[in-house]
């Protein structure tokens, strides 16, 4: 059976100066370039059957574009457009780094004091005394990696599986070590509304999504399926993929794994990222947020990049890598049906956002393919 892919530019927009005809190069080159990034991109998407995709870039003063591939649902879904809302599962985690380090600036909460400061009947082990809510942000509590994930996916609610943290014994003391955390990381959200008296969906909502222009964005399952105009997630089997149920269960950790948004949405995201929008992230929070807290030599070897990334450490709810000795800030996000990557460059004021609604591994090579084109492009004025 063949099966039609629906591809449509959706939205690209220059930023031009009549009287700068540098400028007006400038956007002529990332559309040429872009352009055939989203046509590799386009060829290897059909190749592996993907159903949809939504592929979102900026360039300061260069130019930004959304591009929405395919479809919703494999059989008898909607082209997907660029307010189609995707699943962005653990890059959500940028969004609670970015929000924590702009409470800090603005002095709402401290990242140096301990997790009990504002939550005094949350129990660590016996390390109440040294666990920083940076700890928390920057997966270096000392807990052994994604500890009682298993819970997140079963029916029990997020208040009683904080809980049981307190019964894990820790590899090592806060600050220490690496371990990636979704209910440990998921205390930012109390930590925030204590020390502020609002909720956490509240804060990202009016003080991220509105004000940056988010229209889809959104937090949770409701929000997620409120219209047609969603991708529904995709699991492989017997060679094909198949449309599978959309599952709730991580959005009860909402910093960690809550965010819905479409690629109109990823480009106002990319741009308050690199310093468009400082009224809503000002440069003070982008560095704070994107201050090295922990190592993560682990993720060196990462088989797609193993032999590209020199320098892997993690900040405020983001990666920083030295890839090929350009520093990058990155974030990966997987539930099931699934993938989604964001990336910023700050050097080149250039990001990066692509989703699929299907948990596929090609995901990793778009990604790559586009830092390497992107370096190879931009570069060349350095040499």
Known sequence: MRFLFF??????????SADSLDNAGQNVEFDRFVQSYKKSMVAKLRKKGIPGAALS???????EFAYGYGKTKRVGGNPVDSNTRFRLASVSKTFAGSLAAKLANEGHLKLDDTVTK??????????????RVSHLLSHSSGLVPNAY???IESRMPYDKIKVKLAEVEPICSPGRCYGYQNVMFSLIGDVIEQSTHMDYDTWVNEFLFKPLNMKNASLGFNEMTKDDNYAHPHVRARKRWYT???????????????????????????????????????????ALQTTPQINTKKELKRRVWRSKVKKAQYGLGWRIYDYRGETIYYHSGWVQGYRADLLVIPRLELGFSLMINAEAGILNELTTDFLDMTLKQYNKKRA
């Open 7 to 16: 591809s449509f530019l959706v939205s690209f927009n220059f930023f031009v």
């Open 57 to 63: 870039v900026v360039k300061v003063d260069g130019g």
């Open 118 to 131: 504002y939550l005094p009947d949350f129990h660590f082990h016996s390390r109440d005394k040294k666990l």
């Open 149 to 151: 994930d298993n819970l």
């Open 244 to 286: 599978t149920k959309l599952k709730p269960n991580y959005y009860k950790v909402a910093p960690a794994a809550g965010v819905n948004a479409s690629a109109s949405d990823m480009v106002q995201w990319l741009k308050a990222q690199l310093g468009k929008y400082p009224s809503v992230l000002p440069k003070e929070s982008l």
